[in-house]
């Protein structure tokens, strides 16, 4: 089962911050939150992780609660070319065999 | 460019052929690569882990005999859906790590439909 709980769709205007939530309060020590995202027919594609500090790159941001029992992806200057389904995971870096479990996602719309 | 590749891209069958699916990784070696099933408007399911110079692992509820998986070498592995029936009709997509602390690269997946 899915640790993550993320609201099922969001709209964003094109050109401004796209920011989706994600909460996992059962988040345990060793494990990292991913977050992927997957336009329509396509595989996923791998964003950004963390595990408690702030981390960011070209494509977004991610702020991760002191308690780490919720994040927040950001994407600075949402495009309609992010529109997609978002997917927030969590589970240990390294150490087993890697599998990713996917919740339902929020499905990201970009409005022009 | 993409890291992990898939074959064939889409694929139309008749009922109770056998349809095998390649995933390759293109310029490191994965001595584990996963396959997924996503329905229509469904999220990903993990079917198995396919480990390579051994067998492999199946998520609870998905048939070893129906969906095989060879991991012969370091750089591909294949699914096979056995005697296929229009139920199989999914998008199957694979994936893999280039190293157990690196995230995980996806291929753009397997359409396949069985008529």
């Known amino acids: 089962d899915a640790k993550t709980t993320q609201p099922p769709s969001m709209d964003c205007a094109e050109g401004r911050a796209a920011n989706l939530p994600c909460n996992h309060s059962?988040?345990?020590?060793?494990?990292?939150v991913y977050w992927y995202r997957q336009i329509h027919s396509q595989g996923p594609q791998y964003i950004i992780h963390?595990?408690?500090n702030n981390e960011t790159n070209e494509m977004a941001s991610l702020i991760i609660t002191e308690d780490r029992k919720s994040s927040t992806l950001t994407l600075p200057h949402a495009t309609l070319r992010d529109t997609a389904v978002y997917y927030c995971?969590?589970?240990?870096?390294?150490?087993?065999?890697?599998?990713?479990?996917f919740g339902q996602g929020t499905t990201l719309q970009v409005k022009p | 460019g993409a890291v992990v590749s898939q074959h064939p891209s889409w694929v139309i069958c008749k009922s109770g052929t056998s349809v095998k699916i390649e995933c390759r990784s293109l310029?490191?070696?994965?001595?584990?690569m996963f396959w997924y099933r996503q329905f229509p408007k469904q999220s990903l399911m993990l079917m198995a882990t396919?480990?390579?110079?051994?067998?492999?692992?199946?998520e609870q509820g998905v048939e070893k005999d129906k969906f095989l998986i060879n991991h012969a070498s370091l750089t591909l592995s294949t699914l096979t859906v056995t005697s296929a029936h229009p139920e199989d009709s999914s998008f199957y997509i694979c994936?893999?790590?280039?190293?157990?602390?690196?995230?995980?690269?996806f291929g753009d997946g397997t359409r396949l439909s069985i008529l």
């Open positions: 310029d490191f070696q994965a001595t584990t």
């Open positions: 396919s480990n390579e110079g051994s067998k492999a692992t199946y």
């Open positions: 059962t988040i345990s020590g060793n494990e990292y």
């Open positions: 963390g595990l408690k």
């Open positions: 995971i969590v589970r240990p870096r390294s150490g087993n065999t890697g599998k990713l479990i």
């Open positions: 994936s893999a790590p280039r190293d157990t602390n690196q995230p995980q690269h």
